[in-house]
């Protein structure tokens, strides 16, 4: 390729001159492909530590001039021929032009002009793509890692590092490519190369570690093998993005997605040395994820910026030390001390941003104030200017709210959203609604207040608050006033502990919003839970069902779901969250957790933090998959539903408050404090019932003495066994214990555990798919379980690959995990004929493409363009393990039309009871198939009367019987037409042209297909003679006496054209005259089938075009018993089709090649369209 201009002072150290002339040379590099000896070892080694670019680009071609010593390389090459077409390009365009130059200065300033004109030119397309320039020294080093590895363009080199790589006891130092899907490690140091290639998705454990032996390494653990690095320069850089890369392909392997770059990323100022415009990406992904962990913003919200900075703090009457930072849609600030002040300012409740006069004792402030009369003072900012700026760009793009948020000083008593007055409750809690502008649709049903205040309304005086709760009432009354209401509260350690002495019931629901996050997301999508609670309305899926299943099991010892109320409430919110999320769904403990926030909040509040709890709380723990651990992990469901399932209704909620506001670390806490508290009984249980016994007899016993309810009973009561019962546990003293034994724990570490365990999980779980398949193929096919196991792998490679280096269909079209796992990954043509291509024992060379195309077309039932393994897998058992009968049947199947298939939907009841009637009406063989391949029922519509119909539930019973699987025999199979039968012919031509006996069996073929012709005519002319009238027989025209010959003619002039290699030298009219008289009825010759009395009538096939004036024999064809018979009657294609075959030889030859072989591309749906019949 053509390169900017770099000076060269050595020209011959290194390497070796191949051309010159007055002004070039083309250069190779010493010891690169003629060996080379000890030099060109000494050479190659040094290429690859010094990471020179010489090890990509071993040519290159410099600009000299007589009176300069300096050169000039201009151009490089991976390949001789590359370099070739650029040295040619010289001579002839340039060699010429600058040799009437005078002066040397004006050669070289003329070649670097136009050599950097051409580069210009060959970027300018590049320019109109969405996509940034990495620096030359990372696009050389990508350009490497893809020639090393044989990587395609689609994979997109992120980082890489210098290291050693531990092969045995001996490191071998070479360099670490880490692109988006693989792990790549190159090194070759005195003749030794090595070169590994890993996965991530097939990583089970990454761990940094530092021992005697390997000292600050990095290990990298997979299901068969480890791998050691050491002596990085930044090791911790190093794992931090290996960590961020392995968790993307757990990613896709969880929720197949698969990765996508951030387009939206802001220019650097400058051009970051050797750092790609990916790295800057995953380096963004991280600080976007911890900023909106720490702030408990939604996902799509990205950090622009941050910087150090000063907060007055009224409440404290002090300035705080922390960082202020700022997003697209907020501004918030964090102390440096921990949970000393928090601040999250939404843009859309900023009204004005200034700055205010600087003095030596606040220097350089910032004052922003809110819609709520709220005011904020920053100081110590190093750039105001640039800091007011941002804010100002970012509040023009922020949408104009007219309504703000809660009045931040308004006593609970007082409170509209928290009124006394059951009459005026409805009614003003629709006038809020309308006032922050979330306008629910004309009738549609919504709980506009939580059902706790339904129960309280409807319940006994004395049931009222007590002391206590007006207390706490009155306590976060003064924290108002102090710290402020709503999202832009001041959140301290008071509030923490305000949260950990229990939230009064009546601003439950207010503040789990307002601390989850939830508040913000609802904000800014007003009217969005009313839409979609009408488009799911109504709307059947599996999800729908499951919900429906466990609606009355939420929680059905509590009023509120005793009743339509609140059961159409909890079928609204769980409904609405699975359209809105399919890929979650609906997942088991859903129900138990909506059911709780639909009793402290409206219905609508209710389904935004059901969305911060599965999408942004508990990340990966509602999950389809995640279902199928609860069975070996019955402590999950303490997470699942926080406690709420296995600990008493009031003493769980408590542990809600928490969890809202410090997170999924609270859950953490209090699990390891109940297993601390029975450490003693569980090290003393025989087996796992037993510990859960004992569990659930402590969990029972946990009870809130503070409570205003009056107790629900709960399930886990039955546990309790005995006379005396196990002592009570207040919930208070569990949460207090708890932070002092396990408060250190923080959030970031939790999420590095996690993310170790993850890896093991998710493996496993792919491991206990893989064992369901095999199991439940085990019986449909004669495969091994060895092999199932590797033809799964090789499926799902197959699949997975294409998910990041592109398919004709979406990953989310291939790959649904509702299906049972047979289903659950599915490729489309282009991947089905690369396996088939590998995989399939019957090679037909460049047929081989068409016959993909016809067995893809056979297996895909449902003509969804897709095929899953199940199907596979029957297709590829048929070509190996069936006997001779199998074989051929599914070879002949191959060449009959797909459409053989009924064009209506079974779901329609219309056309079932149509068909049922002209079944029973005598016209039941209508049904079978015929020789075009249509069935009767597409050429005519069945009309059903109202008398015929007697009794449907007696048709129906009929349908189910008929649709039960029956067993195919050959009397089944439809009769081939003339057209058909050329193709069959031409692809077992076609596959007899690698084997030992091509000769013998092309013999054969051609033997079996004469006859089967001559069979044809004869069936031909019976069957017209039973069907024509003595009238009609009269005015038949006279039998042509060349027309059986004209077929023969046919199918040798087909199967000549099918030929895949040229033919061999012509041979004599002797050698073809001994080569016929075999048989009178084939033509064949060393080499190719020769054919004779082609006549203009005759269809060529072979090419897809036809003679002019040539016609197919429409009244010709055969049965499947006709071509068995005939076909039995040659040995050699009996041999070759009872011969037995192992695809063991083929797995191992695809395991093989490249694991990363690039994704054939250059094939089409259209074309393998084009290549099928």
Same mark, same amino acid.
């Given at each position: 390729?053509?390169?900017?201009?770099?000076?060269?002072?050595?020209?011959?150290?290194?390497?070796?001159?191949?051309?010159?002339?007055?002004?070039?040379?083309?250069?190779?590099?010493?010891?690169?492909?003629?060996?080379?000896?000890?030099?060109?070892?000494?050479?190659?080694?040094?290429?690859?530590?010094?990471?020179?670019?010489?090890?990509?680009?071993?040519?290159?071609?410099?600009?000299?001039?007589? #009176?300069?010593?300096?050169?000039?390389?201009?151009?490089?090459?991976?390949?001789?021929?590359?370099?070739?077409?650029?040295?040619?390009?010289?001579?002839?365009?340039?060699?010429?032009?600058?040799?009437?130059?005078?002066?040397?200065?004006?050669?070289?300033?003329?070649?670097?002009? $136009?050599?950097?004109?051409?580069?210009?030119?060959?970027?300018?397309?590049?320019?109109?793509?969405?996509? /940034?320039?990495?620096?030359?020294?990372?696009?050389?080093?990508?350009?490497?890692?893809?020639?090393?590895?044989?990587?395609?363009? /689609?994979?997109?080199?992120?980082?890489?590092?210098?290291?050693?790589?531990?092969?045995?006891?001996?490191?071998?130092?070479?360099?670490?490519?880490?692109?988006?899907?693989?792990?790549?490690?190159?090194?070759?140091?005195?003749?030794?190369?090595?070169?590994?290639?890993?996965?991530?998705?097939?990583?089970?454990?990454?761990?940094?570690?530092?021992?005697?032996?390997?000292?600050?390494?990095?290990?990298?653990?997979?299901?068969?093998?480890?791998?050691?690095?050491?002596?990085?320069?930044?090791?911790?850089?190093?794992?931090?993005?290996?960590?961020?890369?392995?968790?993307?392909?757990?990613?896709?392997?969880?929720?197949?997605?698969?990765?996508?770059?951030? !387009?939206?990323?802001?220019?650097?100022?400058?051009?970051?040395?050797?750092?790609?415009?990916?790295?800057?990406?995953?380096?963004?992904?991280?600080?976007?994820?911890?900023?909106?962990?720490?702030?408990?913003?939604?996902?799509?919200?990205?950090?622009?910026?941050?910087?150090?900075?000063?907060?007055?703090?009224?409440?404290?009457?002090?300035?705080?030390?922390?960082?202020?930072?700022?997003?697209?849609?907020?501004?918030?600030?964090?102390?440096?001390?921990?949970?000393?002040?928090?601040?999250?300012?939404?843009?859309?409740?900023?009204?004005?941003?200034?700055?205010?006069?600087?003095?030596?004792?606040?220097?350089?402030?910032?004052?922003?104030?809110?819609?709520?009369?709220?005011?904020?003072?920053?100081?110590?900012?190093?750039?105001?200017?640039?800091?007011?700026?941002?804010?100002?760009?970012?509040?023009? !793009?922020?949408?104009?709210?007219?309504?703000?948020?809660?009045?931040?000083?308004?006593?609970?008593?007082?409170?509209? &959203?928290?009124?006394?007055?059951?009459?005026?409750?409805?009614?003003?809690?629709?006038?809020?609604?309308?006032?922050?502008?979330?306008?629910?649709?004309?009738?549609?049903?919504?709980?506009?207040?939580?059902?706790?205040?339904?129960?309280?309304?409807?319940?006994?005086?004395?049931?009222?608050?007590?002391?206590?709760?007006?207390?706490?009432?009155?306590?976060?009354?003064?924290?108002?006033?102090?710290?402020?209401?709503?999202?832009?509260?001041?959140?301290?350690?008071?509030?923490?502990?305000?949260?950990?002495?229990?939230?009064?019931?009546?601003?439950?629901?207010?503040?789990?919003?307002?601390?989850?996050?939830?508040?913000?997301?609802?904000?800014?999508?007003?009217?969005?839970?009313?839409?979609?609670?009408?488009?799911?309305?109504?709307?059947?899926?599996?999800?729908?069902?499951?919900?429906?299943?466990?609606?009355?099991?939420?929680?059905?010892?509590?009023?509120?779901?005793?009743?339509?109320?609140?059961?159409?409430?909890?079928?609204?919110?769980?409904?609405?969250?699975?359209?809105?999320?399919?890929?979650?769904?609906?997942?088991?403990?859903?129900?138990?957790?909506?059911?709780?926030?639909?009793?402290?909040?409206?219905?609508?509040?209710?389904?935004?933090?059901?969305?911060?709890?599965?999408?942004?709380?508990?990340?990966?723990?509602?999950?389809?998959?995640?279902?199928?651990?609860?069975?070996?992990?019955?402590?999950?469901?303490?997470?699942?539903?926080?406690?709420?399932?296995?600990?008493?209704? =009031?003493?769980?909620?408590?542990?809600?408050?928490?969890?809202?506001?410090?997170?999924?670390?609270?859950?953490?806490?209090?699990?390891?404090?109940?297993?601390? =508290?029975?450490?003693?009984?569980?090290?003393?249980?025989?087996?796992?019932?037993?510990?859960?016994?004992?569990?659930?007899?402590?969990?029972?016993?946990?009870?809130?003495?503070?409570?205003?309810?009056?107790?629900?009973?709960?399930?886990?009561?039955?546990?309790?066994?005995?006379?005396?019962?196990?002592?009570?546990?207040?919930?208070?003293?569990?949460?207090?214990?708890?932070?002092?034994?396990?408060?250190?724990?923080?959030?970031?570490?939790?999420?590095?555990?996690?993310? $170790?365990?993850?890896?093991?999980?998710?493996?496993?779980?792919?491991?206990?798919?893989?064992?369901?398949?095999?199991?439940?193929?085990?019986?449909?096919?004669?495969?091994?379980?060895?092999?199932?196991?590797?033809?799964?792998?090789?499926?799902?490679?197959?699949?997975?690959?294409?998910?990041?280096?592109?398919?004709?269909?979406?990953?989310?079209?291939?790959?649904?995990?509702?299906?049972?796992?047979?289903?659950?990954?599915?490729?489309?043509?282009?991947?089905?004929?690369?396996?088939?291509?590998?995989?399939?024992?019957?090679?037909?060379?460049?047929?081989?493409?068409?016959?993909?195309?016809?067995?893809?077309?056979?297996? #895909?039932?449902?003509?969804?363009?897709?095929?899953?393994?199940?199907?596979?897998?029957?297709?590829?058992?048929?070509?190996?393990?069936?006997?001779?009968?199998?074989?051929?049947?599914?070879?002949?199947?191959?060449?009959?039309?797909?459409?053989?298939?009924?064009?209506?939907?079974?779901?329609?009841?219309?056309?079932?009871?149509?068909?049922?009637?002209?079944? &029973?009406?005598?016209?039941?063989?209508?049904?079978?198939?015929?020789?075009?391949?249509?069935?009767?029922?597409?050429?005519?519509?069945?009309?059903?009367?109202?008398?015929?119909?007697?009794?449907?539930?007696?048709?129906?019973?009929?349908?189910?019987?008929?649709?039960?699987? $029956?067993?195919?025999?050959?009397?089944?199979?439809?009769?081939?037409?003339?057209?058909?039968?050329?193709?069959?012919?031409?692809?077992?031509?076609?596959?007899?042209?690698?084997?030992?006996?091509?000769?013998?069996?092309?013999?054969?073929?051609?033997?079996?297909?004469?006859?089967?012709?001559?069979?044809?005519?004869?069936?031909?002319?019976?069957?017209?003679?039973?069907?024509?009238?003595?009238?009609?027989?009269?005015?038949?025209?006279?039998?042509?006496?060349?027309?059986?010959?004209?077929?023969?003619?046919?199918?040798?002039?087909?199967?000549?054209?099918?030929?895949?290699?040229?033919?061999?030298?012509?041979?004599?009219?002797? /050698?073809? $005259?001994?080569?016929?008289?075999?048989?009178?009825?084939?033509?064949?010759?060393?080499?190719?089938?020769?054919?004779?009395?082609?006549?203009?009538?005759?269809?060529?096939?072979?090419?897809?075009?036809?003679?002019?004036?040539?016609?197919?024999?429409? =009244?010709?064809?055969?049965?499947?018993?006709?071509?068995?018979?005939?076909?039995?009657?040659?040995?050699?294609?009996?041999?070759?089709?009872?011969?037995?075959?192992?695809?063991?030889?083929?797995?191992?030859?695809?395991?093989?090649?490249?694991?990363?072989?690039?994704?054939?591309?250059?094939?089409?749906?259209?074309?393998?369209?084009?290549?099928?019949?």
């Amino acid at each position: 390729m053509w390169i900017n201009p770099e000076e060269v002072l050595l020209a011959g150290a290194l390497w070796v001159s191949e051309r010159a002339n007055p002004f070039f040379i083309l250069q190779r590099r010493r010891g690169h492909g003629r060996g080379g000896g000890l030099s060109g070892l000494l050479v190659g080694t040094l290429d690859v530590v010094l990471d020179s670019s010489a090890r990509v680009a071993p040519y290159r071609i410099l600009l000299q001039t007589a #009176d300069s010593q300096i050169y000039w390389n201009v151009a490089c090459g991976s390949s001789r021929r590359e370099i070739t077409d650029h040295w040619e390009w010289l001579e002839s365009n340039l060699l010429q032009t600058i040799s009437i130059f005078d002066n040397d200065e004006d050669v070289t300033t003329f070649v670097k002009g $136009k050599i950097s004109g051409i580069i210009a030119e060959e970027n300018r397309p590049k320019q109109g793509e969405d996509q /940034e320039e990495d620096c030359g020294k990372f696009r050389e080093a990508e350009l490497k890692m893809r020639r090393l590895f044989g990587m395609p363009d /689609e994979e997109k080199l992120v980082n890489y590092y210098s290291c050693s790589y531990w092969k045995g006891r001996v490191p071998r130092q070479g360099w670490l490519y880490l692109s988006v899907n693989h792990l790549c490690f190159y090194s070759f140091l005195l003749g030794k190369e090595v070169t590994l290639v890993v996965q991530w998705m097939e990583v089970t454990q990454l761990e940094k570690n530092a021992t005697l032996v390997f000292p600050e390494s990095v290990r990298v653990s997979t299901r068969h093998t480890e791998h050691f690095f050491s002596m990085f320069l930044n090791i911790n850089d190093t794992f931090k993005l290996m960590e961020q890369l392995a968790n993307i392909a757990m990613r896709q392997l969880l929720d197949n997605e698969a990765f996508a770059a951030d !387009r939206s990323l802001p220019k650097p100022s400058k051009t970051l040395k050797n750092v790609s415009a990916l790295k800057r990406d995953f380096d963004a992904r991280a600080k976007n994820e911890r900023y909106r962990t720490m702030f408990r913003l939604t996902q799509d919200e990205r950090l622009d910026g941050h910087t150090d900075c000063t907060l007055w703090t009224p409440f404290a009457k002090m300035h705080v030390v922390g960082q202020l930072f700022i997003s697209n849609n907020y501004i918030c600030f964090n102390s440096r001390e921990e949970d000393l002040c928090q601040l999250i300012i939404p843009l859309r409740e900023v009204s004005i941003v200034e700055k205010a006069d600087s003095s030596s004792v606040l220097p350089c402030p910032v004052s922003i104030s809110t819609k709520n009369k709220m005011n904020f003072l920053f100081a110590n900012l190093k750039d105001r200017d640039f800091l007011v700026q941002r804010i100002s760009d970012f509040l023009q !793009r922020t949408p104009d709210n007219s309504w703000g948020d809660t009045s931040p000083l308004s006593p609970i008593g007082h409170s509209v &959203r928290h009124s006394d007055t059951g009459s005026d409750l409805a009614s003003s809690a629709e006038s809020e609604s309308v006032h922050r502008g979330r306008q629910y649709h004309l009738g549609l049903p919504t709980a506009s207040q939580g059902l706790l205040q339904l129960y309280h309304r409807n319940a006994p005086e004395d049931l009222g608050p007590k002391m206590k709760e007006k207390m706490k009432e009155e306590a976060w009354n003064i924290h108002f006033s102090e710290f402020g209401r709503g999202v832009c509260m001041y959140r301290t350690s008071r509030t923490r502990e305000l949260i950990l002495n229990g939230i009064p019931e009546r601003l439950r629901g207010e503040l789990w919003l307002l601390f989850s996050g939830a508040q913000n997301e609802m904000a800014t999508h007003p009217g969005y839970y009313g839409d979609l609670v009408e488009q799911a309305m109504g709307m059947c899926s599996l999800a729908t069902e499951e919900i429906e299943r466990d609606l009355h099991r939420s929680m059905p010892e509590h009023r509120a779901f005793q009743n339509e109320t609140g059961i159409a409430a909890l079928r609204r919110v769980l409904t609405s969250y699975a359209h809105r999320n399919p890929g979650i769904g609906y997942c088991q403990a859903m129900n138990i957790v909506t059911s709780v926030l639909l009793l402290y909040c409206p219905e609508e509040e209710a389904f935004w933090l059901l969305v911060a709890l599965c999408e942004r709380m508990l990340p990966d723990y509602y999950n389809t998959r995640v279902d199928l651990t609860r069975a070996f992990l019955p402590l999950l469901s303490w997470f699942l539903t926080l406690f709420l399932s296995v600990m008493p209704f =009031d003493s769980a909620v408590l542990l809600v408050d928490c969890f809202f506001y410090e997170g999924i670390k609270v859950i953490f806490q209090v699990a390891l404090a109940v297993l601390h =508290d029975n450490m003693d009984a569980l090290l003393s249980c025989s087996d796992e019932g037993e510990a859960m016994t004992i569990l659930g007899r402590y969990l029972d016993n946990v009870v809130n003495k503070q409570t205003v309810a009056p107790p629900i009973p709960h399930l886990h009561a039955l546990l309790t066994s005995g006379d005396d019962p196990p002592p009570e546990i207040d919930i208070f003293d569990l949460i207090k214990s708890s932070y002092e034994k396990f408060g250190t724990l923080r959030s970031d570490v939790i999420e590095q555990m996690r993310f $170790k365990q993850r890896l093991k999980v998710i493996q496993s779980l792919e491991d206990t798919a893989k064992r369901s398949v095999v199991r439940a193929m085990m019986t449909e096919s004669a495969f091994s379980i060895e092999e199932l196991e590797e033809l799964y792998c090789l499926f799902k490679s197959k699949h997975m690959t294409s998910c990041y280096w592109g398919s004709s269909s979406s990953a989310a079209e291939r790959h649904d995990p509702s299906l049972p796992y047979l289903e659950q990954y599915r490729i489309d043509p282009v991947q089905f004929t690369q396996l088939f291509t590998v995989l399939a024992p019957w090679v037909c060379g460049g047929h081989t493409t068409t016959l993909s195309a016809r067995l893809f077309r056979l297996l #895909d039932q449902n003509q969804d363009g897709l095929v899953n393994f199940k199907e596979f897998i029957t297709g590829l058992s048929g070509m190996y393990h069936g006997d001779m009968t199998e074989k051929l049947k599914l070879l002949y199947k191959l060449h009959l039309p797909p459409g053989n298939r009924l064009l209506f939907e079974w779901g329609n009841p219309a056309p079932i009871l149509c068909l049922l009637l002209c079944a &029973r009406g005598g016209e039941s063989s209508n049904f079978a198939p015929c020789g075009s391949g249509l069935s009767p029922l597409n050429s005519h519509l069945c009309v059903v009367s109202e008398e015929k119909v007697k009794d449907y539930r007696y048709y129906l019973r009929m349908w189910a019987k008929e649709k039960e699987p $029956k067993s195919e025999t050959i009397k089944d199979l439809p009769r081939m037409n003339q057209e058909q039968f050329i193709d069959l012919c031409k692809t077992l031509y076609n596959m007899f042209s690698e084997e030992p006996l091509e000769q013998q069996l092309y013999h054969s073929i051609a033997t079996v297909a004469s006859l089967l012709l001559r069979i044809g005519e004869v069936g031909k002319k019976f069957n017209n003679g039973s069907k024509k009238s003595d009238s009609a027989a009269a005015q038949a025209p006279p039998p042509d006496p060349q027309r059986e010959e004209s077929d023969e003619s046919q199918v040798c002039q087909a199967l000549a054209d099918a030929q895949l290699e040229p033919a061999g030298p012509q041979t004599s009219e002797e /050698e073809t $005259k001994d080569d016929t008289s075999v048989s009178s009825n084939s033509v064949v010759s060393s080499g190719s089938l020769q054919c004779e009395d082609i006549t203009d009538d005759t269809v060529l096939i072979g090419g897809g075009e036809q003679r002019r004036g040539s016609v197919l024999d429409v =009244d010709w064809s055969i049965t499947f018993e006709q071509v068995l018979a005939s076909l039995l009657t040659e040995p050699p294609l009996v041999d070759y089709f009872e011969r037995k075959r192992d695809i063991q030889i083929k797995m191992a030859a695809c395991k093989a090649q490249r694991a990363v072989e690039r994704q054939t591309s250059s094939t089409s749906d259209h074309e393998l369209s084009q290549h099928s019949i």
